[in-house]
């Protein structure tokens, strides 16, 4: 048989075809792999010489799941479920083939790849490597029949768990629920798949009932299904709101399982083309693809970044010690410098703390803890002891004098090469590099709190910040695992400013009437993780008012703080931290904060304003409003002009809801016209604030969009 195709190379070994599949850069199921795996299969199935067939891949994959750009803008559902059955045709040519087929998976294992590897009729895995079916997380349900396979090799309840969660497993949990028949190391792979293939061969294993179609011993009683799924649609319809795939997955389980499979995988190919042409899934697959890109910039393609090996922590607070867990996970070498010895240990303590959630989760040992500490990490009271540091993140005091102290002093003690890079939320980084002789070493890496848990890392280009600087930082957030998102130097950068005008418009419809409650159940249900009141309640009510102070003064008339937001904060309730803020935290469950209510109420009767009733779209709709304006406006200043960005930005900073694209991406399917005349209608009505910017009123006049 032929053994050179594009992207697969065929050896024999002892009767066994093996295929060495390779289709950089993670052997995606591209329309060229699929159509060489189809031939090579059909050579195989007509020579004499070829008893048995062997799937292997190279690198980390042994298949990582289809190619999602080549489904993410299709809108024909027909012509999408007509592909669909043909992959499923070769799927099933694969199961009820003429020869016996062994998977040696050797790495990855996901999607549509653990979908073929399920139609062979064995499976041999590496130790460590990861199998599962992901799709929900891009919007999508498996749609080669891993909604029938899967939970006829391991049953209901792990396929359930598997199918609409997306976790993927290890190959030794996969091994023991029975979705590979062996482990073994990756030396010992395809002779542990040949060694198989001859059970086949020798008649120890029978082709017929080794397909996984033919297994039935897991079909649940008629019972034990309906009491199963059941409470998988109760969970969820309580979990996954807003989401397409997770219900789609359980309709498919529910409704298949059945003795035609080849009935119940056309219906999957149906219920999986509802996924992939709804918004939801081309969102999430938007959201999958810009965050692979991300900090890809043209500015920096072609320079070599400099490698990171120690990094320094000036400051040891509630950020720097998330920071510190983040360096130390990602096995960097660390330095913690703090004031004195008493702040040292204090720093020391809390960093400890942070690992606290996967100790107890078991994903680490305390020792293993110990060890890293020892290994890692050093700590000093002494500027003079970071000579040897390729980076120095500040997270000290929010004062500019002591910053550019501190930035003073170290640039004569540290090498030219070594970035500075500054965590502060609100002071002008520009300014603060303003004091270096080379200003170009310096930029912003605001970290998002909890640094240890959230994935954002806001990169924030100062006026003369490098190429160089850039390129070594963008490649130090992928070192550490964070998604970075470059912007420009400007009042709370892109996603507190942002936020502020997602969020900001609040406080002008509660003066205007409507109930606080309203507001935060109307956010809820948009999607975002809280409403206006308990996020500044967490965020700390002055912080908030500083950070708006600061913006009239930095931004001019149109953020000018608003006379109800002067006169909550002069009640001194902060939120949380202080006990009350918009609501009370004194008893077993939070309530509306008596002294806030009042301050309302009273700026109601001095203003002649009565309780007023607003749907929650009409809420909905000025807060959106209010927040694509100013990403427009902030598109206007320069802070940032990459939409995909943006969204990212306040997907993974703000919890912004995933299904639906991003604040710009929402925008687009909204209407920019529709958006501009709603900001001229809010404008009349609130003033300034909401006045429409240019950008936005351009776009509507030509009916164009953030995403082309």
């Known amino acids: 048989m032929k053994t050179d195709y594009q992207t697969i190379q065929v050896e024999l070994k002892d009767n066994v075809a093996v295929f060495t599949m390779n289709n950089p850069p993670v052997n995606q199921l591209s329309a060229q792999f699929r159509s060489d795996l189809a031939e090579a299969f059909d050579e195989a199935y007509g020579d004499d010489g070829v008893k048995a067939i062997a799937l292997t891949g190279t690198g980390k994959n042994f298949i990582a799941g289809a190619d999602i750009t080549e489904i993410q803008h299709i809108e024909n ?10 992959g499923i045709k070769f799927m099933n040519h694969i199961e009820t083939g003429p020869k016996p087929v062994v998977a040696a998976i050797n790495g990855n294992c996901l999607g549509g790849g653990l979908e073929i590897a399920m139609c062979c009729h064995y499976r041999v895995a590496v130790n460590g490597i990861h199998l599962g079916q992901p799709e929900v997380q891009i919007g999508l349900i498996p749609g080669a029949g891993g ?52 059970r086949f061969m020798a008649g120890e294993l029978n082709l017929k009932a080794r397909a996984t179609r033919n297994r039935h011993h897991w079909i649940p009683s008629a019972a034990e299904k309906k009491a199963l799924m059941d409470f998988t649609k109760a969970m969820t319809a309580a979990q ?48 999958f693809l810009n965050t692979r890109a991300a900090g890809r910039l043209p500015r920096i393609e072609g320079i070599e970044p400099a490698k990171i090996r120690k990094v320094a922590m000036l400051g040891g607070g509630v950020m720097g010690c998330g920071i510190v867990n983040v360096l130390l996970k990602a096995g960097f070498e660390t330095v913690l410098w703090d004031i004195n010895a008493e702040a040292l240990k204090k720093g020391v303590g809390s960093i400890r703390k942070t690992f606290d959630y996967p100790i107890k989760k078991r994903k680490m040992k305390p020792a293993d803890l110990e060890i890293m500490l020892d290994q890692q990490l050093t700590t000093t009271a002494s500027l003079e002891d970071l000579t040897d540091v390729d ?32 965590n502060t939320s609100a002071l002008p980084i520009s300014e603060m590099a303003s004091i270096l002789e080379d200003p170009g070493r310096m930029l912003g890496l605001h970290f998002f709190n909890p ?66 409650a309203d507001i935060e159940t109307a956010m809820l249900d948009f999607g975002m993780p809280m409403g206006p009141a308990t996020l500044s309640d967490l965020t700390g009510i002055d912080i908030g008012y500083h950070v708006s102070k600061t913006f009239e003064k930095r931004l001019g008339e149109r953020y000018k703080v608003h006379p109800l937001t002067e006169l909550i904060y002069q009640t001194g309730c902060y939120g949380r931290k202080t006990g009350a803020g918009y ?12 002294k806030v209510v009042e301050v309302v109420q009273k700026y109601h ?60 991406r929402y925008a687009d399917k909204w209407g920019l016209k529709n958006v501009y005349e709603k900001l001229v209608t809010l404008e009349k009505q609130f003033g300034l604030r909401f006045k429409p910017a240019e950008l936005i009123k351009e776009m509507a006049d030509e009916e164009s969009k953030f995403y082309n």
Not at 77 to 86: D, F, Q, R
Not at 172 to 191: F, I, N, S
């Open 77 to 86: 559902k027909a012509e999408l479920v007509s592909g669909m059955m043909e």
């Open 147 to 198: 909604t029938q396979r899967l939970p006829r090799l391991i049953g209901l309840r792990y396929a359930l768990e598997m199918i609409t969660i997306g976790k993927p497993i290890k190959a030794e949990v996969a091994h023991q629920r029975g979705l590979v028949d062996e482990v073994t190391d990756p030396e010992k792979l395809v002779e542990a798949a040949v060694k198989a293939a001859g």
């Open 240 to 287: 996954a709101k807003g989401y397409i795939a997770p219900f789609k997955a359980v309709e498919a389980i529910d409704k298949g399982l059945s003795y035609d499979i080849d009935a119940d995988l056309g219906r999957e190919a149906e219920l999986f083309a509802d996924c992939a042409v709804s918004d939801v899934a081309k969102n999430l697959i938007g959201i």
């Open 391 to 422: 980076l120095i993140i500040e997270a000290v005091l929010e004062n500019m004098q002591v910053k550019q102290d501190i930035w003073k002093t170290l640039e004569g003690i540290c090498g030219s090469d070594v970035v500075f890079a500054t």
């Open 451 to 516: 640094a240890h848990r959230m994935m954002l890392l806001e990169i924030i280009c100062a006026e003369k910040t490098s190429d160089q600087t850039l390129a070594t930082s963008v490649s130090f957030a992928r070192a550490i695992k964070k998604i970075p998102i470059v912007v420009n130097d400007g009042p709370g950068f892109y996603v507190s400013r942002q936020l502020g005008g997602l969020l900001g418009g609040a406080v002008y419809l509660t003066a205007d009437g409507v109930a606080g």
């Open 583 to 594: 609501f009370d935290y004194s008893g077993d469950q939070p309530v509306p904060n008596p």
């Open 605 to 664: 009767r001095d203003t002649g304003v009565t309780p007023k009733e607003m749907s929650k779209d009409e809420i909905i709709d000025a807060l959106l409003a209010l927040g694509i304006n100013e990403a427009a406006l902030m598109m206007e200043e320069g802070i940032c002009d990459r939409p995909q960005d943006m969204d990212l930005a306040m997907i993974y900073g703000t919890g912004f809801p995933p299904y639906r694209g991003g604040i710009l």
